[in-house]
Structures are given as C-alpha cells and as structure tokens.
C-alpha cells in the first residue's frame, strides 16, 4: 500500500463489527464501526451465479465505505487443505491463506507478499480467535450469534479488536482472514 495515499477509512478503526448479510447465493457482509451503527465498509460476493449456485460463494471483494475496493478475496477450486488468495484491487498478492491440521483448534496461516507471517487460531467451537505475529498478538476476533431471525438463517456476526499500532497493510490482511475463517467454518458446517 503507498504509504503517501491517505489512509482508507475502514483501516482506521481499531473496533470493526463485520455483520453477514448472507443472502441465497451471497456471503456479503456491512463492515460497521465499533457501536455496530455506521457503516465503515462492505463486503460484496463477485462472479458468475452459475458459480456460485455450483461452488457457493468463492469471490468476495472488500471496500471502503465510499465504495473505493480494497481487498479481492479469492477461494480458488483445489484439494486438500482450504486455500485462498488475497490480492489488491490492481492484482498484486497481498497474502496467501492457508488452513493448517489441527485436531481440536482452527489454525490459519497468512503469508504477506513480504514473506510475514500473520498466524491465525481459534478455539474449538469455533467463537474466539486471534491473529498473531512473531507471538504478538494483533488482533482478536469473537463470532457470536447475530439474533433472532439472523441466527436463524446462519448469520455471523464478527467483532474484530485491532491493536492500535498495527499498520494499514496489516489491518487489511486481518479483515481478509476474518472473511476466510467465515469461509470456512461455512465450508465445515456444509460437509457436516
């Protein structure tokens, strides 16, 4: 990210509540601030609906609120462990995403573009999670249920509590994680 380019308004609030507006063949998401009231950003399922319809929601695209693009998140088709590529608007890589085996624990693997590593873990059932680098942690991420109605139809609701010294480049990578780990508790619940 040019560090000359004023900063984008999502990637300044240390407090994000990502709430999931997932719809028949979507996996969309408002992007609020801290109260959880005014919208900082959206995340927006992209590609075919034949695609969709066959494979589900495998192409999201975060932005800013004045709806500037951000983030392309992709789940490309594979086997094996979950995979996803996170790359800017323009194509570079941001990072890329890996699940990691692990018996009782969701872990998650974010490699940058320069070569860190943003590691990802959570708990068993799968509500409270953090994002760590080098062993310091730079953000943690509670799921919860978002209420009646809702829940019901398998909404989430994700509270992200970002570091305050964390860079923008970072900041970015954590909400494309917090799409990922969505994207696959989605995928577990499906094969049961």
């Known amino acids: 990210m040019d560090s ?4 984008p308004a999502l990637l300044s609030h240390d ?3 990502m709430q999931q507006i997932t719809g028949f063949m979507s996996n969309d998401f408002d992007i609020l601030d801290a109260s959880g009231q005014q919208a900082v950003g959206h995340v927006t399922t992209t590609g075919g609906g034949l695609s969709r319809l066959v494979a589900g929601s495998r192409s999201l695209d975060v932005s800013d609120a004045d709806g500037t693009p951000l983030l392309h998140v992709q789940d490309p088709v594979g086997i094996g462990f979950d995979r996803f590529e996170l790359s800017s608007p323009d194509g570079a890589e941001v990072a ?19 070569g860190r590593v943003l590691e990802l873990s959570g708990n068993v059932l799968g509500f409270d999670f953090h994002f760590a680098m080098q062993g310091a942690v730079a953000a943690t991420v509670a799921r919860s249920w978002a ?8 909404h989430s609701r994700y509270v992200l509590a970002i570091e305050p010294s964390v860079p923008p480049d970072l900041r970015l990578a954590i909400i494309g994680g917090t799409i990922t780990l969505d994207l696959i508790r989605r995928k577990q619940e499906n094969n049961g």
């Open 15 to 17: 407090a994000l509540v």
């Open 96 to 114: 890329a995403v890996r699940k990691r085996f692990s018996m009782l624990r969701t872990k998650v693997d974010l490699t940058l573009a320069d």
């Open 147 to 154: 209420g009646i109605g809702r829940g019901i139809l398998g």
């Open 4 to 7: 000359s380019a004023a900063k």
